[in-house]
């Protein structure tokens, strides 16, 4: 499998960048997964719902399935923080891309989202100089870059672009994960 992330400030364009690849990755007949980091707390769930009900009553995993999809829900009794590495292998083995949305300090292969701060008091800063897990960025105005750079530059508002970039350099882009927790 492939994993490419996708990181950058909230509002950059992130998420609606990953849902146009992935119709593109598909089109190719390539089977499309994505991890999500979620900041704050989330539910897919619905109160009054089987699967609701089952994990109110303490359950620690609820697997629900139908003939057309498959949710797990896992509920931590303490909080954690699962890195990406960890959400990947939960992953069903027999997709072609993963498209990484968050982590944006994770130890793998990542573009960066940028758009420049509409906040002029708040400039955003790039994390690509510091970064060796970037490996492109794609923006929305490459003359507004603040750092100059020898990565490639994708244009944000050209998601086949990103999409061709990502197909030609999948081998770059190949995950391989040790049972020791570590990068092969």
């Given amino acids: 499998m492939k994993v490419a992330g996708f990181a950058g400030y909230s509002g ?13 990755l598909r ?11 979620a900041h704050h707390r989330f ?20 697997v629900i399935a139908s003939d057309r999809r498959l949710a797990l829900v896992r509920e931590f009794e303490q909080p954690a923080q699962l890195t990406v590495h960890q959400m990947l292998a939960e992953l069903y083995e027999g997709v072609d891309w993963v498209l990484v949305e968050g982590f944006k300090e994770s130890d793998i292969l990542k573009i960066e ?12 800063p790039v994390r690509y100089p510091e970064d060796d897990f970037i490996v492109a960025i794609a923006t929305d105005d490459a003359q507004r870059l603040p750092q100059p750079t020898q990565l490639p530059v994708l244009d944000l508002n050209q998601p086949a672009q990103v999409a061709q970039w990502l197909l030609a350099q999948g081998e770059r882009f190949e995950y391989h994960w040790d049972q ?5």
Avoid at 28 to 34: A, D, E, I
């Fill in 12 to 24: 950059s364009g992130k998420t609606t960048l990953v849902e146009q690849i992935i119709p593109l």
């Fill in 180 to 184: 020791h927790g570590g990068l092969l």
């Fill in 113 to 124: 989202v940028w758009r420049e701060s509409t906040d002029a008091q708040n400039p955003r």
């Fill in 43 to 62: 539910d897919i769930d619905h109160p009054g719902k089987d699967s609701w009900r089952h994990r109110q009553a303490g359950a620690f995993e609820v």
């Fill in 27 to 37: 089109q190719q007949g390539l089977r499309v997964s994505v991890v999500k980091h």
